[in-house]
């Protein structure tokens, strides 16, 4: 079935993914409530939003060529982290999760800016009128109505990183167990010829894909009343 490379190859995505996922939501969050409800700057918006979308559309190999030169020795970040003792990102687990972040921005941020946005001025203009302070009208108001959207941006952000290649593979490279995730794993199967070891993990990724999209959707479909 799994042999201890593709075992392990699961387990770094899995930690890759969550650990993803949880930094977006908490960098994500502030940021999709700018986006959809700012008043301040309100003229960044608009090219922050395009800039936030551009992994949608731009190559991952483009993106993950960009992140490796700028991680690696002779590039920005990658000269101020050797500065401060760190040595380069590029090739290791903190490099693919800069780069899981960047790529999957878009999957976290835009279902949380739609959520805020579909929240309307009522409710908030509501419990301002009930002297509700503006942390205590996000927390206690727009948080509980945009839970539709932090379960999409969940399962999205989740999934995409999972699922992800390019990106991962220019720079991450293929290290295993540091930096051999899932999809790189099945890419050495394929070229391996081991085509029974690459229809577990690919048909593992299928059926997870499936299960977390209709678990979304069955979790955002109104209950009709009786």
């Known amino acids: 079935m799994l042999d201890p490379h593709s075992l392990a190859a699961i387990r770094l995505s899995i930690e890759l993914a969550l650990a993803t996922t949880v930094i977006l939501l908490l ?92 929240i309307g001025t009522q409710p908030l203009e509501a419990a301002a009128t009930l002297r509700a302070g503006p942390l205590d009208r996000f927390w206690h108001v727009a948080l509980p109505l945009a839970r539709p959207g932090y379960l999409s941006a969940t399962v999205m952000g989740f999934a995409h990183t999972l699922g992800e290649f390019g990106v991962v593979l220019m720079i991450g490279g293929n290290i295993p167990g540091q930096t051999r995730v899932i999809s790189v794993q099945i890419y050495d199967h394929v070229e391996a010829l081991e085509y029974a070891q690459a229809h577990w993990l690919a048909g593992g990724m299928l059926a997870f894909s499936f299960l977390a999209l209709l678990a979304l959707h069955v979790m955002n479909t109104p209950r009709s009343r009786a």
Do not use: C, D, H, K
């Open 27 to 118: 960098l994500g969050t502030p940021l999709a409530w700018w986006l959809a409800r700012g008043r301040t700057l309100a003229r960044l918006r608009t090219p922050v939003r395009a800039l936030v979308a551009v992994p949608l559309v731009l190559p991952p190999s483009v993106l993950g060529f960009y992140l490796l030169a700028a991680l690696g020795p002779s590039g920005p970040l990658g000269q101020v982290t050797q500065a401060l003792g760190w040595g380069t990102l590029a090739f290791t687990f903190w490099g693919l999760l800069i780069g899981s972040i960047i790529y999957s921005l878009p999957f976290v941020v835009q279902p949380l800016m739609n959520a805020f946005e579909a």
